[in-house]
T-cell receptor, first 111, second 114 residues
Framework: GESVGLHLPTLSVQEGDNSIINCAYSNSASDYFIWYKQESGKGPQFIIDIRSNMDKRQGQRVTVLLNKTVKHLSLQIAATQPGDSAVYFCARGAAGNKLTFGGGTRVLVKP | DVKVTQSSRYLVKRTGEKVFLECVQDMDHENMFWYRQDPGLGLRLIYFSYDVKMKEKGDIPEGYSVSREKKERFSLILESASTNQTSMYLC?????????????FGSGTRLTVV
């Protein structure tokens, strides 16, 4: 069945270093992928999206890479800051309106 | 700034009680969703609605029902609360924008059933 999974439940990173959060998916019929960030006590917030016909998309300090061959998605955060500490979710969207979410990766930024 | 507002941040209810979780959005979005969030399980879809008075089951609808009498409001109902329904509940709304449906989430309601 459909699934969107994350490789690591927790990622600890030194402030200033780059973070890489990974996500695998099993269903090839995906139109787009979205990364969300959830800070403590808040709902998930949109970070960046990428369509299935793209390999890479960049935002402010974030880059998403999509490898359709191995069904793998990653979010790279450059120069990680304390404010980046949160849980990050990948989500897959296909025809229709529902997103399928991964289990989440907690990023802890060490000072 | 667009908003999805959940009426309660924290709720404590007794087993067997009927519980109402309310969600209101001010973006005139067509679609609304209820998810529950549990550690290690991610976000699981309970129910969603594409339009007023329309509802469809998600992945885990058992023990829940919903109501959407107005476009801006989507209520989740626990008919008889049980301890395994202790969880974080997230409401979201979406519309078609830039070729896809992006969600806007509320801040969540943390429900404890004792």
């Amino acid at each position: 069945g459909e699934s969107v999974g994350l490789h690591l439940p927790t990622l600890s990173v030194q402030e200033g270093d780059n973070s890489i959060i990974n996500c695998a998916y099993s269903n090839s019929a995906s139109d787009y992928f979205i990364w969300y960030k959830q800070e403590s006590g808040k709902g998930p917030q949109f970070i960046i999206d990428i369509r299935s016909n793209m390999d890479k998309r960049q935002g402010q300090r974030v880059t998403v890479l999509l490898n359709k061959t191995v069904k793998h998605l990653s979010l790279q955060i450059a120069a990680t800051q304390p404010g980046d500490s949160a849980v990050y979710f990948c989500a897959r969207g296909a025809a229709g309106n529902k997103l399928t979410f991964g289990g989440g990766t907690r990023v802890l930024v060490k000072p | 700034d667009v908003k999805v507002t959940q009426s309660s941040r924290y709720l404590v209810k007794r087993t067997g009680e009927k519980v109402f979780l309310e969600c209101v959005q001010d973006m005139d979005h067509e679609n609304m969703f209820w998810y529950r969030q549990d550690p290690g399980l991610g976000l699981r879809l309970i129910y969603f609605s594409y339009d007023v008075k329309m509802k469809e089951k998600g992945d885990i609808p058992e023990g829940y029902s919903v109501s959407r009498e107005k476009k801006e409001r989507f209520s989740l109902i626990l008919e008889s609360a049980s301890t395994n329904q202790t969880s974080m509940y997230l409401c979201a709304s979406s519309n078609f924008y830039r070729g896809y449906y992006g969600y806007t989430f509320g801040s969540g309601t943390r429900l404890t059933v004792v």
